[in-house]
């Protein structure tokens, strides 16, 4: 049985594009590692895509971030050097470490306009890996291992789980799964994870009787292996892993320790995390309150 469900909240990331945001949630802050899940859509835009929609440069520390999108197209520039154009199915994990500063555009939708959906994600680090040296791994949708089963067929994004595992490198235990459901299909969620999540993205599943719909998330207790069944063609999302233990959040910072935030705070505001090379000129400024 479930142990929570997580409604989507919408939160607008500036200039009018809107998420749908999971978690951090305020009666459970994280899933295993995972600290911070957003749906980016679905959204039908229009052409030309206005760069007010882009996100603009902006700094990260302590986390991965993890994105992966369904439809649509969006440019990754990074303070490493790498422009990586990310397409449906495959992987960016860029790891922040000590700091990194990213930003995420609509180049490749501009003249054309056209869909997008995906998630993106987060992911903490142990304390050990807080301050290593950033990172950016790139992985094409071909790279990550499919698997099937009657009705069930799935991508394994991160992680282990069912006797698979992705190439993505990680930093603690976990697991991250985009799962396609036919009508009446069954799947169980894995037993080898103590903190597990499932996101529906579409479609609608059946737990113990219980039905529920996209856009929800639901939280599981540890132990056991659920059955979620779909009772109509359904895609989930699957996550979880090993707890880090606490983590504090402010903006795009993440951290075992306050004053490490502080520190990036300051660090952001004086310009001592570089701007991407080749999109360097505007960012978004250190806000005076996070919602």
Not at 8 to 15: A, F, I, M, V, W
Not at 64 to 74: A, C, H, K, N, P
Not at 164 to 170: E, G
Request: proline share 7%; glycine share 10%; net charge negative.
């Amino acid at each position: 049985m479930h142990d929570l469900i997580i409604e989507t909240r919408e939160h607008d990331l500036g200039g009018g594009f809107k998420v749908g945001r999971l978690l951090p949630f305020r009666k459970r802050r994280m899933v295993g590692p995972f600290i911070f899940f957003d749906r980016m859509g679905p959204h039908a835009l229009a052409a030309p895509v206005p760069e007010r929609l882009d996100v603009r440069p902006h700094p990260h520390i302590g986390l991965s971030t993890v994105t992966y999108l369904f439809e649509g197209q969006m440019t990754h520039r990074d303070s490493l050097g790498v422009e990586q154009a990310i397409l449906p199915g495959a992987l960016n994990w860029m790891t922040a470490g000590s700091g990194i500063s990213h930003s995420e555009r609509f180049d490749g939708m501009r003249a054309q306009g056209g869909r997008i959906d995906g998630i993106q994600a987060w992911v903490a680090v142990p304390e050990a890996n807080e301050e290593d040296a950033p990172a950016f791994d790139h992985y094409a949708a071909n790279d990550l291992p499919v698997f099937s089963d009657t009705g069930v067929s799935g991508r394994m994004i991160a992680g282990s789980a069912y006797g698979i595992d992705s190439p993505a490198k990680i930093h603690s235990p976990l697991f991250y799964a985009d799962i396609t459901l036919q009508a009446n299909a069954c799947i169980a969620l894995p037993d080898s994870h103590p903190e597990r999540a499932a996101y529906i993205v579409s479609g609608a599943i059946e737990l113990d009787g219980q039905q529920y719909q996209a856009g929800q998330m639901l939280v599981f207790a540890t132990g056991g292996a659920p059955a979620l069944k779909a009772l109509s063609d359904s895609q989930l999302m699957l996550l979880g892993g090993e707890p880090l233990g606490t983590r504090h959040i402010w903006w795009n910072f993440v951290s075992s320790r306050k004053e490490r935030i502080e520190q990036a705070k300051a660090d952001w505001m004086a310009g001592r995390i570089a701007l991407p090379e080749h999109d360097n000129s505007e960012f978004i400024p250190l806000p005076q309150t996070v919602a």
